[in-house]
């Protein structure tokens, strides 16, 4: 087996059809207490038209690499060190289609990010509540993105607005587009939310767990919704979420974060059938399976995810391997490792 230090797609984006390259991203937080290191060294691609999906537990840090990625990190946090390749099919500092960013080295409030935010990387947030300002009506918040980057004229960005509202399945759009958040059904309001991340038509949507506060039978619509548009927009998908069943179902690839590192990356049916990390097979068997005796009990991840604050020598993981290796596992870091053409995962037992 060899060793690879990036992802398996670790090469030119260009050459690699990618629209999407983390390498080594590091991104911190600075507070009163100590330096939480909430990504600490991921790396991953994504390829265009693909759906990756991005599992693991609360406080992993799939959500900051998000935030990372958009470069829209609360002050509290920094990105320290790393690359994000972006591959643009509109523009770029040298307004070459297809020639990759590193957006690390554009101005995060700078008129080329802003450009790239919102027209090109768009975001559909975890809660649609709090990501909608209740002040405005979802077609001021709809045209907003539709008049910056895509139809100034107003008139043409509404009819714009009421055919993307159309195309989510919100009824009555005519009419919808003048309602409040409030005024819509958590349903209504995600899709609304689905609306304003599209509008634009982007190269990569990133999905937060966006069908975290539905119940369902609405997150069975949204997930058929988003399919549906990834298929006719040809959009990579960035799908972050805990929900294992949803990555089977939505994704092609998925990269299984643990404190602040992907520890595994494989295509969907490697990481269920053959999945090589502890902590991966920990989450698969913690998850009902059906045919399982009555009384069986469930098998869930012994210990907890250890304190931000404290900085742990080796694997992350290994106060709760059940394959922990003394003097190994927490001594020394494990490398990257290449399983298969299509499976990495980085661990000592390989």
Not at 139 to 158: C, D, F, M, S, V
Request: proline share 7%; glycine share 6%.
């Amino acid at each position: 087996m060899n060793e690879s230090p990036n992802n398996l797609q670790a090469a030119s984006p260009e050459c690699n059809n990618l629209v999407l390259q983390v390498e080594n991203l590091h991104t911190y937080f600075y507070t009163t207490e100590g330096i939480v290191k909430a990504v600490n060294g991921a790396s991953f691609s994504v390829k265009k038209g693909q759906v990756l999906g991005m599992v693991g537990e609360s406080g992993c840090g799939k959500s900051v690499i998000a935030q990372s990625i958009l470069r829209i990190v609360p002050p509290a946090g920094k990105i320290v060190s790393g690359q994000i390749l972006y591959s643009s099919s509109k523009l770029n500092q040298s307004n070459t289609p297809g020639n990759p960013v590193d957006l690390l080295q554009l101005d995060s409030r700078g008129k080329e990010m802003r450009k790239i935010r919102g027209s090109e990387i768009s975001m559909v947030f975890q809660e649609p509540m709090t990501s909608l300002d209740p002040v405005y009506t979802i077609g001021e918040q709809l045209l907003e993105a539709i008049t910056l980057h895509q139809e100034p004229n107003p008139q043409k960005a509404r009819v714009l607005g009421i055919d993307v509202l159309r195309r989510v399945g919100i009824p009555h759009p005519e009419r919808s587009i003048d309602m409040y958040p409030h005024q819509m059904s958590g349903g209504m309001r995600q899709r609304a939310m689905i609306a304003i991340a599209i509008s634009c038509h982007p190269n990569l949507l990133i999905a937060d767990e966006p069908t975290t506060a539905l119940d369902v039978t609405t997150e069975a619509q949204i997930l058929d919704l988003m399919r549906k548009l990834q298929e006719e927009l040809g959009t990579a998908i960035l799908f972050i979420t805990h929900n294992l069943g949803v990555v089977a179902e939505m994704c092609q690839d998925v990269a299984v974060m643990y404190l602040g590192k992907v520890v595994e990356y494989a295509d969907v049916d490697s990481l269920f059938f053959e999945p090589k990390h502890p902590y991966t097979r920990a989450l698969l068997n913690s998850i009902p399976q059906y045919g399982k005796q009555r009384k069986q009990r469930l098998q869930p991840i012994r210990g907890s995810v250890p304190d931000p604050y404290h900085n742990l020598k080796g694997c992350p993981f290994w106060p709760r391997c059940e394959q922990f290796i003394p003097e190994v596992c927490d001594v020394i870091e494990p490398a990257n490792r290449v399983i298969s053409s299509t499976h990495e995962v980085r661990c000592h037992l390989y």
